[in-house]
């Protein structure tokens, strides 16, 4: 069974970071193209960043050229490193392998990130 534990979410203000983590067990990542997506409130979950098999990262327009994805295959993990973060991604963010527009596994609880204007 794989199970998907997120964390690093936090509320900061307008142009702050974050770093979101995601611990995957279950399932080795690193056989596995990994992505980040995102639901805010009354909104449909969506992809923000994907990393392929071989490292070729993806990036929702909205968010290329502040956020990065990697993975760490020692640790079985995936990170978000979020830069100047906008009110705009306010959301609870998910890790999981992608699918088409959806992914493999069950979701995990999530780690909520707000920002403040």
């Known amino acids: 069974q794989v199970r998907l534990v997120e964390s690093g979410g936090g509320l900061v203000h307008t142009g702050g970071s974050l770093r979101l983590s995601c611990a995957v067990s279950g399932r080795t990542v690193s056989r596995y193209p990994m992505g980040w997506f995102r639901q805010a409130p009354g909104k449909e979950r969506e992809i923000v960043a994907t990393i392929s098999l071989n490292g070729t990262r993806n990036y929702a327009d909205s968010v290329k050229g502040r956020f990065t994805i990697s993975r760490d295959n020692a640790k079985n993990s995936v990170y978000l490193q979020m830069n100047s973060l906008k009110p705009g991604d306010t959301a609870v963010y998910y890790c999981?392998?992608?699918?088409?527009?959806?992914?493999?596994?069950?979701w995990g609880q999530g780690t909520q990130v707000t920002v403040s204007s």
């Open positions: 999981n392998a992608p699918f088409g527009t959806s992914a493999i596994w069950d």
